[in-house]
């Protein structure tokens, strides 16, 4: 059983940056391919971008692209989403997720991940 808790969120204007962590526990956290998504009010949850076991793969919502990075440090047992100018519309919230997966370029998309964390806020404000 893998737990895994997020951190990291606030509040922050319009072309700001946060960095959100996920640490894991509980499991192999190498063995994982690692994802954040968000969910904003009213909508469904979103996928943002996801990371391969090794970190060799990444992958991005076209919206964010250019402005988001995810990284892993697997010593750490911790995957990192940083975000640099942000916009209103990022506003969400954020959970990581893990899946026993080899990355196929497509399937990290899907929200069928074996766990998720409880979630960090972000808002921004214009």
């Known amino acids: 059983q893998v737990q895994l808790v997020e951190s990291g969120g606030g509040l922050v204007q319009a072309g700001g940056s946060l960095r959100l962590s996920c640490a894991a526990s509980?499991?192999?956290?190498?063995?994982?391919?690692m994802g954040w998504f968000r969910q904003a009010p009213g909508k469904e949850r979103e996928f943002v971008a996801a990371?391969?076991?090794?970190?060799?793969?990444?992958d991005y919502t076209d919206s964010v692209k250019g402005r988001f990075t995810i990284s892993r440090e697997n010593a750490k047992n911790t995957v990192y989403l940083q975000m640099n100018s942000l916009k209103p519309e990022d506003t969400a919230l954020y959970y990581c997720?893990?899946?026993?997966?080899?990355?196929?370029?497509?399937?990290?998309?899907?929200?069928?991940?074996?766990?998720w964390g409880q979630g960090t806020q972000v808002t921004v404000s214009s």
């Open positions: 509980g499991g192999t956290f190498s063995r994982y391919l």
């Open positions: 990371i391969s076991r090794a970190g060799v793969n990444t």
């Open positions: 997720g893990a899946v026993s997966l080899v990355w196929d370029g497509r399937s990290q998309r899907r929200g069928e991940y074996d766990y």
